[in-house]
């Protein structure tokens, strides 16, 4: 920008910060204009890329809404989670993030120095994924009309020439590889709410996953993906199971848990399976190539834990199976309702 950033007056967000005055232009100015650095003030984002003249690239594109409680949690905060979430969503399918765009609502006397603080998460974990925040919006409530920060994000992507993923292209044999520890962030959160007293402090998985995911795909063949938020791992295998028609089993030994989720599990009843992640996913590849794709991912920060936890099956199409410690089998279904709420 040529003219002056604008500074804000207030040390709380309120109903003229979303009246379309000279309150919210000191708002957006002063807190996110600051922060994002876009190219202009523009009602649109104007984008160009050299990937996108490639023969047979293809554009992704996704959104998502964050209501995380709390705002802030070990390891990540709202913002930090609104990035890395869409751009994970992108990765997983085989694009390479490069453009999101990030709406707020924000409640009436909201600190300021909050917003900034979820606003500089955003910018720094926008910075780690490479892609850049280039358009958005704020709206304000009235107090008690939301809680605190909602955040909507949606995100652009370029799938590259002949990179083409998706569940249904899963076939028996295929092994099923997992980057990391499972239910970081649903453990973290809910020890965050401090509503059990828990002593524990349980950091969040959150962390963008697109080079790990550039990195596989360049390396090997990857079949399908998914990142295990909402749902855990249980669900995103279940998603998979369905769309491919085959079944999946996995081996309750080989799953990556800290010793603390599993404890906090144990105390609350919750099962690990369905606990969410926001830095996990699970991609399938061929079994001849499970052990180039592990070396791969070991290789980078994201993938360091990465470990097979299982196979698709010709057997019991569509479904998931454990084989427990006990060495038996359980079904693992899709989850019902939600073990957290608020988690993302």
């Given at each position: 920008m040529n003219q002056p950033i604008r500074r804000m007056k207030s040390d709380t967000v309120t109903l003229a910060h979303g009246g379309g005055g000279k309150a919210m232009r000191d708002l957006i100015e002063d807190v996110f204009v600051s922060a994002f650095e876009p190219d202009g003030m523009e009602d649109q984002a104007?984008?160009?890329?050299?990937?996108?003249a490639e023969p047979g690239a293809r554009l992704a594109f996704t959104t998502d809404g964050f209501v995380v409680s709390p705002l802030e949690f070990p390891g990540g905060d709202i913002g930090k989670i609104a990035v890395c979430g869409t751009v994970n969503d992108l990765a997983v399918g085989?694009?390479?993030?490069?453009?999101l765009s990030a709406a707020f609502i924000i409640e009436e006397g909201t600190d300021v120095a909050l917003l900034r603080r979820v606003v500089a998460s955003?910018?720094?974990?926008?910075?780690?994924?490479?892609?850049?925040?280039?358009?958005?919006?704020t709206k304000v409530v009235e107090r008690?009309?939301?809680?605190?920060?909602?955040?909507t994000t949606s995100g652009v992507g370029v799938i590259p020439p002949g990179r083409d993923l998706a569940a249904e292209?899963?076939?028996?044999?295929?092994?099923?590889?997992?980057?990391?520890?499972?239910?970081?962030?649903?453990?973290?959160?809910?020890?965050?709410?401090?509503?059990?007293?828990?002593?524990?402090?349980?950091?969040?998985?959150?962390?963008?996953l697109n080079a790990l995911m550039e990195a596989a795909c360049d390396a090997v063949t990857v079949r399908a993906a998914r990142d295990a938020?909402?749902?855990?791992?249980a669900s995103a295998l279940?998603?998979?199971?369905?769309?491919?028609?085959?079944?999946?089993?996995?081996?309750e030994i080989a799953l990556p848990l800290r010793t603390e989720v599993k404890g906090v599990c144990e105390i609350l009843g919750l099962d690990p399976l369905y606990l969410a992640n926001e830095g996990t996913l699970v991609l399938f590849v061929p079994e001849a190539q499970a052990d180039a794709a592990l070396a791969v991912m070991r290789a980078t920060e994201a993938g360091a834990g990465a470990v097979a936890v299982g196979r698709a099956t010709q057997t019991h199409p569509g479904r998931v199976v454990m084989q427990?410690?006990?060495?038996?089998?359980?079904?693992?279904?899709?989850?019902?309702?939600?073990q957290l709420p608020r988690i993302c």
């Open positions: 104007r984008l160009t890329d050299a990937a996108l085989g694009a390479r993030p490069l453009w955003m910018r720094a974990a926008a910075a780690e994924a490479g892609v850049r925040i280039v358009t958005g919006d008690g009309s939301a809680d605190g920060i909602f955040i292209k899963v076939r028996p044999g295929d092994v099923a590889i997992v980057n990391g520890v499972l239910g970081d962030h649903g453990a973290a959160i809910l020890a965050a709410r401090g509503d059990m007293a828990l002593s524990v402090e349980i950091p969040s998985d959150c962390r963008p938020t909402r749902g855990g791992l279940n998603e998979i199971a369905e769309a491919a028609g085959c079944g999946i089993e996995i081996d427990t410690v006990f060495g038996g089998g359980r079904i693992v279904d899709m989850l019902v309702g939600e």
